[in-house]
């Protein structure tokens, strides 16, 4: 038996650690409902923000960041539903 043989399960082991590493990633349902809640969180932050711009209570400055921001958002979530369902019509000509 030689010294590499001897290894080999050691090293298969350090390699498969480095290829899929345990730690598991997020599922899809996870990070779907925290990419929802921090767009609801951020939708209500800037309304909030345009509400106290229309009393008086905040300045222009930051009524635009917000509706800049809201913008932002808003184009974010298309873009990604664009994706979502690009990535279903695909599934759907895949041969059955």
């Known amino acids: 038996m030689s010294i ?8 298969y ?3 498969r650690m480095v290829v899929r590493p ?3 990633d997020p ?6 409902a925290t990419f929802a809640a921090e767009f609801a969180q951020t939708l209500n932050r ?10 008086g209570e905040a300045e222009l400055h930051s009524l635009i960041e917000a509706l800049t921001s809201t913008q ?3 184009e974010t979530v298309a873009a990604v539903r664009d994706r979502v369902v690009e990535a279903y019509q695909e599934i ?5």
Request: proline residues 5%; charged residues 25%; aromatic residues 0%.
């Open 92 to 96: 759907l000509r895949m041969p059955v």
């Open 72 to 74: 932002n958002a808003v």
């Open 22 to 24: 345990e730690a598991a």
């Open 4 to 11: 590499l043989s001897a290894l080999a399960p050691d090293l």
């Open 46 to 55: 800037n309304e909030a923000t345009a509400r106290a711009a229309l009393r």
């Open 13 to 15: 082991a350090r390699d």
């Open 27 to 32: 599922d899809l349902a996870t990070t779907a």
